[in-house]
């Protein structure tokens, strides 16, 4: 049974960081995409950041260069680093797994298999 189980959401004022985590299980985690992404009502869920399964990345334009993601394959969790955090990154953050993906990885929620449950994190201003 495929389980991904996000942490480390929170609030924080503008500028400040959070890392977030997504602890893997039931699958073989290294062979396959991830990506993150976050979702505020009323609105698609949004790719932020993939990885495929050789370590390539890719970013959305808003995050790049504040926002790092990354993966543990010996502890299967996958990580987002994210710095000087904007009021506009607040959202609910998912993390998926995808058994296939371009190089670089995804950041289109219709090529993910598996999806967390989501933690969520707020920037006030």
């Known amino acids: 049974q495929v389980q991904l189980v996000e942490s480390g959401g929170g609030s924080v004022q503008a500028g400040g960081s959070l890392r977030l985590s997504c602890a893997a299980s039931?699958?073989?985690?290294?062979?396959?995409?991830m990506g993150w992404f976050r979702q505020v009502p009323g609105k698609e869920r949004e790719g932020v950041a993939a990885?495929?399964?050789?370590?390539?990345?890719s970013y959305a334009d808003s995050v790049k260069g504040r926002f790092t993601i990354s993966k543990d394959n010996a502890k299967n969790i996958l990580y987002l680093q994210m710095n000087s955090l904007k009021p506009e990154d607040t959202g609910m953050y998912y993390c998926?797994?995808?058994?296939?993906?371009?190089?670089?990885?995804?950041?289109?929620?219709?090529?993910?298999?598996?999806w967390g449950q989501g933690t969520q994190v707020t920037v006030s201003s």
């Open positions: 998926a797994a995808a058994r296939f993906c371009p190089s670089g990885g995804s950041r289109w929620s219709g090529d993910y298999n598996y």
């Open positions: 039931g699958y073989t985690y290294s062979s396959y995409c």
């Open positions: 990885i495929d399964s050789g370590g390539s990345t």
